[in-house]
């Protein structure tokens, strides 16, 4: 009888467990192009997010620390992190 308690507990806790979708991208800036161009066009698709109703949709930019061509991270290189609420949210937007 303990088991079954025990595993209904543990169900009933999944039902409140965080089910936050994530996708993370690699990107490299345009020739000409930098850090200050890519967040000026964030400010332009934050607004256009807020507007449709997604402002739980979270993006965020993600810098290199280290440089190594041999695996395709260059100065140029910046990661587009996208996140949601759930899977439906993320679908959504």
Same mark, same amino acid.
């Given at each position: ?26 990107? =490299?800036?345009? $020739?000409?192009? &930098? ?10 698709? /934050? ?23 041999? =695996?395709?991270? $260059?100065?140029? &290189? ?10 439906? /949210?993320?679908?959504?937007?």
């Amino acid at each position: 009888m303990k088991k079954w308690i025990l595993a209904g507990l543990l169900c009933l806790s999944f039902q409140f467990a965080s089910a936050e979708t994530t996708q993370m991208m690699s990107c =490299q800036l345009q $020739t000409g192009k &930098t850090i200050l161009d890519l967040t000026a066009w964030w400010d332009k698709w /934050r607004s256009i997010s807020d507007k449709a109703g997604f402002k739980d949709y979270k993006v965020k930019v993600g810098l290199p620390h280290t440089f190594s061509p041999h =695996q395709g991270v $260059t100065p140029e &290189t910046v990661w587009m992190i996208h996140s949601s609420p759930s899977f439906d /949210r993320y679908g959504a937007a």
